[in-house]
């Protein structure tokens, strides 16, 4: 399988997905998307794989199945792609990764981990806990994905300083710029060393 080849999964917007395509069109980005796995229909994700023409896969959107269940069909659907890369990019389900798949799966995570981070973490919730706690300084972590939440090695974080007057939206803006900045920076790391 190609390294450079990913599927991205997805769970919502697409801004991520935007930004790898966008990236890859320009050549700031030694990729091509293969596939994106999405686990809902009807999100605006998927819009925006129509209009990159993007193979995609929607998975499961009753919930149906189990996390085994749901992991052997996504990476089923991955491996058929020729993809050797999975980018989780707000993608909201655990994904049960076979053991041959690791340090081969990637996610970001809207804080630094290992703060803020692990089951029922995500989204505004992070970012509510962050100023909740009077935290100075936020941020974002690209980490390789193993069997727990927001674990697993670190690839790159971006520090975000939290302003005085911050509410849960602005923080999330300026969280949401470092992390267009680490994700395609861990992808050219974990390219680097594949």
Same mark, same amino acid.
């Given at each position: 399988m190609n390294a450079r080849r990913i599927a991205v999964f997805v769970s919502g917007t697409g801004r991520h997905l935007e930004n790898f395509a966008e990236l890859a069109r320009s050549g700031k980005l030694d990729c091509e998307i293969g596939l994106v796995v999405a686990d809902k229909a009807g999100i605006g994700a998927l819009e925006r794989?129509?209009?990159?023409?993007?193979? !995609?896969?929607?998975?499961?959107?009753? +919930?149906? #199945? =189990?996390?085994? *269940?749901?992991?052997?069909?996504?990476?089923?659907?991955?491996?058929?792609?020729?993809?050797?890369? !999975?980018?989780?990019?707000?993608?909201? +389900?655990? #994904? =049960?990764?076979? *053991?041959?798949?690791?340090?081969?799966v990637l996610n970001i995570h809207p804080s630094l981990l290992p703060a803020f981070g692990g089951k029922g973490f995500y989204g505004g919730r992070v970012h509510a806990a962050v100023l909740e706690r009077g935290c100075k300084l936020s941020g974002c972590t690209v980490h390789y994905v193993d069997d727990e939440y927001d674990h697993g090695p670190i690839l790159v974080q971006k520090a975000v300083p939290v302003r005085d007057g911050d509410d849960k939206d602005a923080l999330a803006t300026r969280v949401f710029e470092a992390e267009l900045a680490a994700y395609p920076e861990a992808l050219r790391q974990h390219f680097a060393r594949n």
């Amino acid at each position: 399988m190609n390294a450079r080849r990913i599927a991205v999964f997805v769970s919502g917007t697409g801004r991520h997905l935007e930004n790898f395509a966008e990236l890859a069109r320009s050549g700031k980005l030694d990729c091509e998307i293969g596939l994106v796995v999405a686990d809902k229909a009807g999100i605006g994700a998927l819009e925006r794989a129509e209009r990159f023409g993007l193979q !995609v896969c929607v998975l499961d959107p009753e +919930r149906e #199945l =189990d996390a085994t *269940a749901f992991g052997r069909a996504a990476f089923d659907a991955v491996e058929a792609a020729d993809c050797g890369t !999975v980018v989780l990019a707000g993608f909201m +389900r655990f #994904l =049960d990764t076979p *053991a041959h798949w690791a340090g081969r799966v990637l996610n970001i995570h809207p804080s630094l981990l290992p703060a803020f981070g692990g089951k029922g973490f995500y989204g505004g919730r992070v970012h509510a806990a962050v100023l909740e706690r009077g935290c100075k300084l936020s941020g974002c972590t690209v980490h390789y994905v193993d069997d727990e939440y927001d674990h697993g090695p670190i690839l790159v974080q971006k520090a975000v300083p939290v302003r005085d007057g911050d509410d849960k939206d602005a923080l999330a803006t300026r969280v949401f710029e470092a992390e267009l900045a680490a994700y395609p920076e861990a992808l050219r790391q974990h390219f680097a060393r594949n």
